[in-house]
């Protein structure tokens, strides 16, 4: 098939995923409101047209986690990225290295820290990114944050929105999380896709290697990704992100922050960024879209802190709306997952590709020579689509 947008990938990914994967990445949980909120929510707001005002073909490049960087969106943290791809991870990361955007690993990772960076696909020399899922096991994190120590990780993400791990209505259906072994169904659905059975089976069967030494999380990823889930720290506290920050000397960034208050706590805890972020829609659901809350928490926190934001980014136009309302950078999630599920390295390349194109065009016709001067214009370049402006 023809691949234009990230709706394609999206696609392209459905034809290839066994149904259980394809429904892991794709859903939300419960009613799915704000899986759907966090798209419906970029509509809210419009972009002002300028004409005859710049020739320049737009410099991408911008700066945010402590860097310049290429593009203002990296890969975000997914889980179980080798499952949708062999060496998943690797493949993603390689990707973003190559268009220099950082690359952030998740916690539930088929690939380790260690395999990584001994790799060296992280997104740039001394830019490696990890997300730290804190568990009830003391000894599993203290060696999470060991491993990302030693792997030489420069920017620790913590999740603190997933304490508890939301009901995904398709993963219950299909008994992802819940199955230990695959069930008839679940064989069935894997047969049906033999391009990506072959594929997977290539690098023998996955398991989280983080998880090595610890064979009580069971054997495979399938047992493994059930025990993880269910031994998320729910006690997770704003005391635990005071002791990380005393034990983890890298940035720190917040990742799953929606309110006001809490993006100040996470900025008096000594936090160097936060992510607004609702886990794109898989966690609380009914809560507000993240580009709605956006300029409110930009505008508590003030200048000098940094605010990032993921959830529901398929288009350049997204980010040029999210950048103007005062976000630093954005994450992409299931944006390069598909494209990974759809194409291995190369189509996360190709979809890295499809938003840089699609950011360039959409600046060239805002007027606006650089990602730089479009945060300099801020919330000028932009207005709620309800709001007639004042036509200047
Ligand atoms: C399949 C999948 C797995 C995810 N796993 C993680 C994870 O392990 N850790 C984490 O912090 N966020 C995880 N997320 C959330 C993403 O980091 C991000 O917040 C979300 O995908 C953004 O929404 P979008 O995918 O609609 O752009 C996951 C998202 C998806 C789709």
Not at 77 to 102: D, H, K, N, Q
Not at 317 to 344: E, H, N
């Given at each position: 098939m023809t691949i234009v947008n990230i709706d394609d990938m999206r696609e392209a990914a459905r034809r290839r995923l066994p149904k259980i994967f394809f429904d892991y990445i794709d859903g939300g949980s419960f009613s799915e409101t704000t899986l759907r909120a966090n798209r419906r929510g970029f509509d809210a707001w419009v972009i002002e047209q300028r004409v005859l005002a710049s020739g320049r073909v737009p410099d991408l490049a911008t700066t945010y986690l402590g860097r310049r960087h290429a593009l203002p969106f990296m890969l975000g943290p997914v889980g179980f990225l080798g499952l949708y791809r062999g060496r998943g991870e690797l493949l993603a990361a390689r990707a973003a290295r190559a268009a220099a955007i950082p690359f952030c690993l998740s916690t539930?990772?088929?690939?380790?820290i260690e395999t990584l960076a001994r790799d060296g696909?992280?997104?740039?020399?001394?830019d490696l990114q990890f997300q730290l899922y804190m568990l009830d096991d003391e000894g599993l994190n203290q060696e999470l944050l060991a491993a990302a120590t030693a792997a030489g990780v420069s920017t620790l993400h913590l999740t603190v929105d997933c304490t508890v791990t939301a009901i995904r209505e398709r993963d219950v259906r299909n008994a992802f999380r819940s199955a230990r072994r695959p069930t008839p169904a679940m064989l069935a659905s894997m047969l049906s896709r033999p391009a990506w059975l072959i594929d997977l089976l290539r690098h023998g069967m996955p398991a989280v290697e983080a998880l090595e030494r610890h064979p009580e999380f069971g054997q495979g990823a399938l047992e493994q990704a059930v025990n993880l889930s269910r031994r998320?720290?729910?006690?997770?506290s704003w005391a635990e992100v005071d002791w990380l920050r005393t034990r983890w000397p890298g940035r720190l960034v917040i990742k799953g922050v929606l309110s006001t208050d809490d993006a100040l706590r996470a900025r008096d805890a000594g936090a160097d960024a936060i992510v607004i972020s609702n886990h794109g829609g898989r966690q609380l659901d009914g809560v507000a879209s993240t580009i709605s809350v956006l300029p409110r928490i930009v505008e508590a926190v003030g200048e000098t802190f940094e605010v990032l934001l993921d959830g529901g980014i398929r288009r350049g136009a997204d980010i040029v709306k999210a950048l103007a309302l005062g976000a630093s950078g954005v994450l992409l999630g299931r944006a390069y997952a598909f494209a990974l599920a759809a194409g291995g390295e190369a189509g996360v390349t190709r979809a890295i590709d499809i938003l840089r194109t699609e950011l360039s065009v959409t600046l060239a016709l805002m007027g606006l020579d650089s990602i730089d001067a479009l945060k300099a214009a801020g919330g000028g370049v932009v207005r709620r689509a309800d709001d007639p402006g004042t036509g200047g």
């Amino acid at each position: 098939m023809t691949i234009v947008n990230i709706d394609d990938m999206r696609e392209a990914a459905r034809r290839r995923l066994p149904k259980i994967f394809f429904d892991y990445i794709d859903g939300g949980s419960f009613s799915e409101t704000t899986l759907r909120a966090n798209r419906r929510g970029f509509d809210a707001w419009v972009i002002e047209q300028r004409v005859l005002a710049s020739g320049r073909v737009p410099d991408l490049a911008t700066t945010y986690l402590g860097r310049r960087h290429a593009l203002p969106f990296m890969l975000g943290p997914v889980g179980f990225l080798g499952l949708y791809r062999g060496r998943g991870e690797l493949l993603a990361a390689r990707a973003a290295r190559a268009a220099a955007i950082p690359f952030c690993l998740s916690t539930f990772s088929i690939a380790s820290i260690e395999t990584l960076a001994r790799d060296g696909a992280g997104a740039a020399p001394g830019d490696l990114q990890f997300q730290l899922y804190m568990l009830d096991d003391e000894g599993l994190n203290q060696e999470l944050l060991a491993a990302a120590t030693a792997a030489g990780v420069s920017t620790l993400h913590l999740t603190v929105d997933c304490t508890v791990t939301a009901i995904r209505e398709r993963d219950v259906r299909n008994a992802f999380r819940s199955a230990r072994r695959p069930t008839p169904a679940m064989l069935a659905s894997m047969l049906s896709r033999p391009a990506w059975l072959i594929d997977l089976l290539r690098h023998g069967m996955p398991a989280v290697e983080a998880l090595e030494r610890h064979p009580e999380f069971g054997q495979g990823a399938l047992e493994q990704a059930v025990n993880l889930s269910r031994r998320m720290d729910r006690t997770l506290s704003w005391a635990e992100v005071d002791w990380l920050r005393t034990r983890w000397p890298g940035r720190l960034v917040i990742k799953g922050v929606l309110s006001t208050d809490d993006a100040l706590r996470a900025r008096d805890a000594g936090a160097d960024a936060i992510v607004i972020s609702n886990h794109g829609g898989r966690q609380l659901d009914g809560v507000a879209s993240t580009i709605s809350v956006l300029p409110r928490i930009v505008e508590a926190v003030g200048e000098t802190f940094e605010v990032l934001l993921d959830g529901g980014i398929r288009r350049g136009a997204d980010i040029v709306k999210a950048l103007a309302l005062g976000a630093s950078g954005v994450l992409l999630g299931r944006a390069y997952a598909f494209a990974l599920a759809a194409g291995g390295e190369a189509g996360v390349t190709r979809a890295i590709d499809i938003l840089r194109t699609e950011l360039s065009v959409t600046l060239a016709l805002m007027g606006l020579d650089s990602i730089d001067a479009l945060k300099a214009a801020g919330g000028g370049v932009v207005r709620r689509a309800d709001d007639p402006g004042t036509g200047g």
